[in-house]
């Protein structure tokens, strides 16, 4: 067993692609003809992108407009840069980058869609 992806439903999935590509740096794996779903690079695992009509279609009705409470977290060596470029590109900042007590730095931004973001520095 292995985990493959993580999908964020959206309002709008090439913008959030464009987004995270420019936020973040993550590549392009796919966009699909229809635009209703894309995939970004991001290691072992994918980031993946759907359209709300698409979950609907698939998963039913998502029942909620807001994003479920979770986050996903990016990892960089660079924590207070990334943060600065992810602002720069539109993140909403929530956090600005400080140290943990275990060591670790971190901030965190939402996407445009209210997504929370945490970058972090490897642990």
Same mark, same amino acid.
């Given at each position: 067993?292995?985990?493959? #992806?993580?999908?964020?439903?959206?309002? /709008?999935?090439?913008?959030?692609?464009?987004? #995270? &590509?420019?936020?973040?740096?993550?590549?392009?794996?796919?966009?699909?003809?229809?635009?209703? #779903?894309?995939e970004l690079e991001t290691g072992a695992t994918a980031l993946a992108f759907a359209s709300h009509e698409l979950a609907a279609e698939s998963a039913g009705e998502l029942g909620r407009k807001e994003p479920a409470g979770f986050e996903i977290c990016l990892v960089d060596e660079d924590v207070e840069a990334a #943060?600065?470029?992810?602002? &720069?590109?539109?993140? &909403?900042?929530?956090?600005?980058?400080?140290?943990?007590?275990?060591?670790?730095?971190?901030?965190?931004?939402? /996407?445009? /869609?209210?997504t929370l973001i945490e970058i972090a520095s490897p642990m």
């Open positions: 067993m292995r985990f493959g #992806y993580t999908i964020l439903y959206v309002r /709008d999935v090439a913008a959030s692609v464009e987004f #995270y &590509e420019r936020a973040f740096g993550l590549p392009r794996r796919l966009l699909h003809q229809s635009g209703q #779903y894309a #943060y600065t470029h992810a602002v &720069e590109a539109g993140g &909403e900042p929530v956090s600005a980058p400080e140290e943990k007590p275990w060591g670790q730095h971190t901030a965190c931004v939402r /996407d445009p /869609d209210g």
